[in-house]
């Protein structure tokens, strides 16, 4: 998306004196932008309210890089630890954890268990900093995008739940497309097209997130009518698990 289209849409939140998360990724590592630490300063001097937060794969983080991201107003910061391919379903180790921390020169606060995830928290200044080591084989199918072999407990199962997240999460692509859910991973795919709610380089994003189709969509996934156009959503076997966000 170009630099005036996120001005204008961090304008377009301000007007609406957003105060929720806020998040720099979508299927990326924001920490590999050389633009983050000014997007971040932009994004806090516009939403005064918001919660800033950082999700990341840690490569690029360092404890320098951390002061900048708090410097720069961020609230938060998530690493995800991942597995290397062999040892994908393997239990958690939290030892990986402390080393991150160690490695950022922060003292573990707490600690944390989840479905998908064990996480150890720590604190700099006003930013929070999680570190998760993920239970991989529980992550969601991506809607259908990830192969089921991976997954401790692949469904093909035809969905019969209701979905709310649409409600109450926003994702937006590098190229600007507004999607129906984060679970999508590219709408410019031709199985995914229909997920496409429009484009904020052409609608402002109040525009498409109230817009009749948004929420005549949402309507039908509150009653988990899918139908054909939204075929991913039939075998998607995302669900809120507790910890989640
Ligand atoms: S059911 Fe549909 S809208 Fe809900 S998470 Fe899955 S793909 Fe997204």
Same mark, same amino acid.
């Given at each position: ?94 030892? !990986?954890?402390? +080393?991150?921390?160690?490695? &950022?020169? *922060?003292?573990?606060?707490? @600690?944390?268990?989840?479905?998908? #995830?064990? /996480? ?17 084989? !529980?992550?969601? +199918?991506?809607?259908?995008? &990830?192969? *089921?072999?991976?997954?401790? @407990?692949?469904?093909?199962?035809? #969905?019969? /739940? ?84």
């Amino acid at each position: 998306m170009t630099r005036a289209v996120w001005l204008r849409t961090l304008a377009e939140l301000a007007a609406l004196d957003y105060s929720g998360w806020f998040a720099f990724h979508n299927y990326n590592e924001p920490l590999a932008d050389p633009r983050i630490l000014s997007l971040v300063r932009e994004a806090r001097r516009a939403l005064a309210r918001a919660k800033l937060t950082i999700y990341t794969n840690g490569d690029y983080l360092t404890a320098r890089l951390l002061d900048d991201l708090c410097d720069a107003g961020i609230s938060e910061v998530k690493v995800t630890l991942y597995p290397t391919a062999d040892c994908v379903a393997d239990e958690p180790m939290l030892s !990986r954890a402390v +080393s991150f921390l160690d490695h &950022l020169g *922060l003292t573990v606060a707490s @600690h944390a268990e989840h479905y998908r #995830r064990t /996480e150890l928290h720590a604190h700099t200044g006003h930013c929070l900093v999680r570190v998760a080591v993920p239970r991989v084989t !529980r992550f969601s +199918s991506r809607a259908g995008y &990830l192969p *089921l072999g991976l997954l401790a @407990h692949p469904t093909r199962a035809l #969905r019969k /739940e209701p979905c709310l997240l649409p409600c109450s999460s926003a994702a937006i692509d590098w190229k600007g497309n507004l999607k129906l859910c984060c679970q999508i991973y590219d709408v410019t795919l031709d199985q995914y097209k229909p997920y496409n709610m429009g484009n904020i380089e052409s609608r402002s994003l109040p525009d498409l997130w109230f817009s009749d189709r948004f929420e005549q969509l949402r309507a039908r996934l509150a009653l988990a009518r899918f139908g054909a156009d939204l075929a991913a959503c039939r075998w998607c076997d995302f669900r809120v698990a507790p910890g989640d966000r």
